[in-house]
C-alpha cells in the first residue's frame, strides 16, 4: 500500500529516517556515462570523484544487457541539483548538475537509449540455453521483460530466434543495484524513494520504471521480485505485466539481472542470473501525470524465509523494444529518484 | 572542435590519434553533461574501444548530437 506526500519547500529533505542504503544520495561525486561494466565492484570507500565512462557509483552497481560499445553496456543517467530553480508558481525544475560538481546530495535522472546500437543486441531470444547465475555477458537475455497485451503474447507463448525485437511486447530494462544483508530478524522490509517525471520530459509511450527488490535462491534457480513501476498516461500504456508464479517460457525473460545473492566473478564483477521460475508482485502501476513534482512512495512485503539472507534493491528504466528499434532519436522520458531508502523490520 | 574532430575521423580515421581522442575526452569531462555533450562522449568512447568496427555507431551519434543541436 503506497503513502504518499509530496515534498515541501525547494530543498529536497530525506525520505525515510531509517535507511539500510548506502550512498542513496550519490554523494560520493561519481558521475558515470554512456558505458560501464555489469556489476563492476569497486572498494566503495575511497570510490569518489570518477566520472566519465567504465565508471560506477559508490555501492551502486552497473546493469544492462544493452551492449553499446566493447563490452561496455548503455549507461543512461543525469545528476542533478536538488535544490530546484524556483520559477513562482510551483517547486520549480532541478538543474543539471555538472562532472565536476562539488560533492553533495543529488538526484538521479535515469532515461534510455533510443538504440539497439549492435546486432548483438537484435536478437530476442539472446541467452537461450543460460539460466541461473553465470559470467559469460553475452548470455544475458536482451529482454528484460515481456508482456502479453501488446504486440504478442510472451507469457504463453515462448521467444524465439524469430521473434522481432521491434514487438512492443518486449522491454530491455537497465538498473542500478545495490546488494543488501537481510537482517536475521528481519520478516518485512519497506522500500521506498522520492520520485518524478518531469512534465518537460516524460515517459514516452510504453517505456516504464521504477524499483524492483529481488530475492534469489540460487540452487533452485528462483527469483522472487516485488516491484512498482510509472508509465505513460495513455490508456494504451495501461496493459499488465506478468505477475504471480511465471510459466518456464516466461521466467527466464522477466526480472534478469545481476544475481542479488552479490557474488562475484573472477574479475570482481557480479555475476549475472536468469531464473527458471519466477514469483512476482507488482504493487504498483503508477500514471506519470501525477507524479510532476516529486512525491513519496513506498511499499512493503514480507521476505523470503531463512538466515544470511539477501536481496538486491534496483533502480530501473525499462525501454520498450519498439521505441529501441525505431531509433527515432526523440525523447526516451526521464525518471527521477532522490534518496530512495531501504527500511527492515 | 571536438565535433570536428569526430567529423575528420569519420571522414579518414587514420587522420585522427588515440592521443587526440583520449585528450578530446578528458576536455568533455569539464564541460555539463547535456545531450549534445553525451553524443560527443559516446562517439570518442566507440572510437577508442572500437576503432572502425564501430564507424556506424559513431556516424549515428554525431546524427544525434547534430539533431539535438539544432532542435
Known sequence: MSVVSAARGLFLADTNSTNNLANSKYEKGNYPVWTSFNGYTPTDASYTNNVGTWKTFAFWRHYSPLYNDSYGSYVGNHMLNRVADHNGTSRGENALLGFDASIQPRIIKMFG?????????????????????????????????????????????AITSSTSMSNTSLWCRKDWTQILDIPDNATTVKFGAQIKVGANDKLKIYNFAGIYCAEDNVSTKTRTVNYFRIRHTSAASNYSLPTGTLSASASPYNWTGLVS????????????????????????????????????????????????????????????????????????????????????? | MIYELIKTWIDNPASVTLNEIESAQQQMLTQLPTGPNLCLIAALSLIENNGVDAIENVRKRIRKYEQENNS
Open chain 1, 113 to 157: 537509449s533510443e538504440d539497439l546500437f549492435f546486432n548483438i543486441n537484435n536478437n530476442a531470444d539472446r541467452g537461450n540455453g543460460t539460466t541461473g547465475q553465470f559470467t559469460n555477458q553475452n548470455s544475458s537475455r536482451i529482454v528484460s521483460n515481456a508482456g502479453s497485451s501488446l504486440g504478442g503474447d510472451f507469457i504463453n507463448n
Open chain 1, 261 to 345: 545473492t552479490g557474488e562475484e566473478d573472477s574479475n570482481g564483477n557480479i555475476k549475472l542470473f536468469t531464473p527458471v521460475s519466477t514469483v512476482v508482485t507488482e504493487h504498483a502501476s503508477l500514471n506519470q501525470n501525477d507524479y510532476e513534482e516529486f512525491k513519496t512512495v513506498e511499499y512493503s512485503f514480507t521476505l523470503q524465509s531463512g538466515t544470511s539472507r539477501k536481496m538486491s534493491f534496483n533502480l530501473f528504466f525499462a525501454e520498450n523494444a519498439y521505441n529501441l528499434a525505431q531509433e527515432a532519436g526523440d525523447l526516451t522520458g526521464g525518471f527521477q529518484v532522490y534518496d530512495p531508502f531501504v527500511e527492515f523490520s
